[in-house]
């Protein structure tokens, strides 16, 4: 089993910037990418930004250029900086595992709320 424990969320002005934590304990061995997604009131879940275990990022069109993921290995945490934030990136964020590549996620964090406030 793997457990991923979410931090770093809060209530931030717009246009300023916060960062997100993800560690990662117990069974990591195999994790092959993980993602930061998220869900708005209302909205479906989105995936926001995945690496994968060589260090491939993907971001969705409405964080490009704005927020970066990363990984510290040694530390088996993924962060989530979030630069320029907006209204509309007001949501519950979510870390999410996988020890394979398709389109759902079988570990997931119990998420860390992030208001954006104008």
């Known amino acids: 089993q793997v457990q991923l424990v979410e931090s770093g969320g809060g209530l931030v002005q717009v246009g300023k910037s916060l960062r997100l934590s993800c560690a990662a304990s117990?069974?990591?061995?195999?994790?092959?990418?993980m993602g930061w997604h998220r869900q708005a009131p209302g909205k479906q879940r989105e995936l926001v930004a995945s690496?994968?275990?060589?260090?491939?990022?993907t971001y969705d069109d409405s964080v490009k250029g704005r927020f970066t993921i990363s990984r510290d290995n040694a530390k088996n945490t993924v962060y989530l900086q979030m630069n320029s934030l907006k209204p509309e990136d007001t949501a519950v964020y979510y870390c999410a595992a996988d020890r394979y590549y398709r389109s759902t996620w079988f570990y997931w964090g119990q998420g860390t709320q992030v208001t954006v406030s104008s």
């Open positions: 117990g069974a990591i061995a195999g994790i092959v990418r």
């Open positions: 690496i994968t275990s060589g260090g491939t990022t």
